[in-house]
């Protein structure tokens, strides 16, 4: 269980506000000398509860296609969720997946240049992950809010990443 104080909570806020903040502006924001705050930083970081950096990009820049994807698999044994996952992180066009309730297994989410680009997409990688048994693709028209992931609660471990 990884345990943060109200300093490192407060970091984690700042940071996802801005996550280019200065350490020396970071530093005086919490009330701790840019050394110690560097310190915290990397504790965070090691411990993985900072698992990285990223840029928010406009969709309409990037890409012209975003498609949220869900997935049922054929069956949702152990070692069959195993391989799914372990093919999808080979696939740097799949962006982000969640294993679900309901309906679908997965929710994903892809970009792409064009709708003839997400079609290779779906032929070329989604339609040969293993243990696929159904494919449901939605675009998106539009992208209407987007906000950065919300904090870990009060004693929670961290995100599962990889």
Do not use: W
């Not at 820049?61 to 372990?86: K, N, S």
């Amino acid at each position: 269980m990884i345990v943060l104080d109200h300093i490192d909570q407060k970091i984690l806020r700042i940071l996802r506000l801005d996550g280019r903040r200065p350490n020396s502006a970071l530093a005086a924001e919490v009330g701790l000398s840019p050394s110690s705050c560097l310190r915290r930083l990397k504790s965070l970081e090691d411990r993985g509860v900072i698992l990285g950096y990223t840029a928010l990009i406009a969709d309409q820049q990037a890409a012209q296609v975003v498609a949220f994807v869900r997935i049922t698999l054929e069956r949702q044994t152990e070692d069959a969720m195993r391989q799914f996952e372990a093919a999808i992180r080979k696939h740097p066009e799949i962006e982000e997946c969640y294993l679900m309730t309901g309906d679908a297994d997965y929710i994903l989410r892809t970009s792409a240049e064009g709708t003839a680009a997400y079609e290779q997409i779906h032929h070329q990688i989604l339609s040969r992950l293993p243990g696929v048994a159904r494919i449901h693709s939605s675009i998106a028209i539009r992208d209407v809010l987007r906000r950065v992931a919300p904090l870990p609660r009060k004693g929670a471990s961290g995100a599962g990443g990889e």
